[in-house]
């Protein structure tokens, strides 16, 4: 998470469908005034554990634990929080060192030392949960522990990019004493040292946080307990803010919402915070599969493919067309596959395949997910197939399953093309490059990419400013776009949506669009 004036998108609200232009005390009738706010969003936590999560349990996370650095609201690179300070102490990015706060503790009142930052980073590596955040620590040699208040990460090999790892809810720190040294944690309850205390979870419906007495950090908490309330769609969701049984919500708004909220015409009653964001989508072609793993077929099918269609007609114009893996607002960012195919043509896609002595219809099924990106994926995978069908060189079967056996099933190369979606660990280049790449990647699906892996990304790593490695992410994202192997799709914008009666909305999103819930705060008078 770095440098935003460079390259990465502005959190900035472009702000606000409206504001009650009256003055005199709030007096709604919300079930949530004088209790704790309430926000509501479809994306559930899978595990309490840190160690077992690479995905949107991170939320949750960045709330109930802490990590050595973070983002303060407008931070524009990871600063300090657990830490008092932290640094390189080599010229060679192979030597990070962390001194803590003095007298930390956890929620429970437990010490929060050195020993407990080790041991919350080597669980995380004991552990090695498939899919988890074990893949973030790959230039990690070891741990050491200077004292209670000193701890020193030894890499293997240069990285400038580790303090952003050290920054993501993956190395949440946890307490050694709770959270078992060589298993994840099970049970609905938590034991960080972030601004709040998880005080109950219900698996599926709602996490209340209270505040953290004991906590000692960056954040300044606008308000004393917020719960999250967890919902399966977003019909449910919306349904409950104008209902005034939420307060605030957070991904899972669908586009039709968007736009509804967007016109909403002389109802003042809700705000809507758009931010640029960094959600990509994109597709994975599995090479175990005989025609997915043929060039031609990835390149007709990159050729075919009508991004501004998928945009507009199934979303509304809520996300923006997305040619290259590394989405715009990040360093290195370019449109190669815009630069090499144009706009979508069937005849140009016969040619490669004819070329490739493929002239017959190609057998293809595309797998989604059905509760893990929103509910425009079911239409937009029936426009791809739509498109690809149209064509006339395509016959398209769709498939789908829920996230928990979708997840399986790619990660047991069962699909021959899936979709998926990617929220960035940290808002670098990088992080839209190499976690798809090298024999064990995050999509399950062996991608040897040599240049990539064992050049351009140990180039760039051994550079702090990240501003000057974009020949490296350019050449590496040309290398992607001649494989074909992901084809990138769109990239989303983020939308918050809020009663009037809440400030600070437009402070809650860091740089990986992760809510800070402590920004947020009940408007008593105007």
């Known amino acids: 998470m ?13 702000t606000s469908i409206a504001l009650v232009a009256a003055c005199g005390t709030l007096d709604t009738g919300s079930p949530a005034d004088k209790g704790p706010i309430v926000v509501g969003t479809t994306s559930a936590p899978s595990t309490l554990d840190p160690a077992a999560s690479w995905d949107g349990s991170w939320e949750l996370f960045r709330n109930i634990y802490q990590t050595l650095l973070s983002y303060p609201s407008g931070a524009v690179s990871p600063q300090p929080d657990a830490a008092a300070k932290c640094g390189f102490t080599d010229g060679t990015n192979s030597v990070y060192r962390c001194e803590l706060r ?10 929060l030392d050195a020993s407990a930052v080790k041991y919350s980073v080597d669980r995380i590596r004991r552990i090695g949960v498939p899919g988890g955040p074990a893949g973030l620590l790959g230039s990690l040699e ?23 790892v050290l920054a993501t809810p993956a190395m949440s720190i946890v307490d050694p004493d709770d959270y078992p040294a060589n298993a994840v944690r099970e049970g609905d309850k938590a034991v960080g040292s972030g601004p709040y205390r998880l005080r109950s979870y219900t698996e599926g419906r709602q996490a209340e946080l209270v505040r953290n007495e004991h906590y000692d950090g960056f954040a300044r908490r606008k308000n004393d307990a917020v719960t999250i309330r967890y919902f399966q769609d977003s ?38 915070i758009d931010g640029a964001g960094t959600e990509i989508s994109y597709l994975v072609f599995n090479p175990k599969d005989p025609w997915a793993a043929k060039p031609a077929v990835r390149h007709a099918i990159a ?16 996300v923006d067309p997305l040619y290259s893996m590394v989405p715009a607002g990040l360093a290195g960012h370019t449109t190669g596959y815009f630069d090499d195919y144009g706009t979508p043509s069937p005849a140009k896609a016969r040619r490669i395949l004819h070329d490739a002595g493929i002239d017959r219809r190609v057998p293809l099924t ?20 739509r498109q690809l069908d149209g064509s006339g060189l395509f016959t398209v079967t769709l498939r789908s399953r829920p996230w928990k056996t979708y997840e399986a099933g ?39 990419a040599p240049r990539i892996t064992d050049v351009l990304l140990p180039a760039s790593r051994g550079v702090r400013d990240r501003g000057a490695v974009v020949k490296e992410f350019e050449e590496a994202q040309k290398i992607l776009v001649d494989d074909a192997r992901l084809l990138p799709l769109w990239q989303g914008r983020q939308y918050v949506a809020a009663s009037e009666e809440i400030s600070g909305a437009e402070r809650t999103l860091d740089p990986s669009t992760i809510m800070m819930m402590w920004e947020l705060d009940r408007k008593t008078s105007w």
């Open 2 to 14: 770095l440098n935003r004036n460079r390259y990465l998108r502005q959190l900035a609200a472009v």
């Open 102 to 111: 003095p007298d930390m503790k956890f929620s429970d009142g437990d010490p």
């Open 142 to 164: 070891r741990v050491q522990v200077l004292g209670r208040r000193d701890v020193v990460f030894r890499l293997n090999k240069p990285d400038a990019t580790f303090p952003l």
């Open 235 to 272: 019909a449910q969701l919306v349904g409950a803010l104008r209902k005034r049984k939420i307060d605030v919500t957070y991904r899972g708004l669908a586009a039709s919402d968007v736009v509804a909220l967007q016109n909403q015409g002389t109802r003042k009653d809700i705000q809507l």
């Open 303 to 318: 050729q075919v493919v009508d991004r501004p269609a998928i945009a507009h007609k199934i979303y509304r114009d809520t």
């Open 366 to 385: 595309l797998w989604y997910t059905t509760d893990r990106y929103g509910s425009e994926t079911a239409p937009e995978f029936a426009e791809l197939k």
């Open 410 to 448: 790619y990660r047991a190369g069962e699909y021959p093309v899936f979709g998926r979606g990617w929220f960035p660990d940290f808002p670098d280049a990088e992080n839209f490059i190499a976690p798809f790449v090298g024999e064990r990647n995050a999509l399950g699906t062996p991608y040897p």
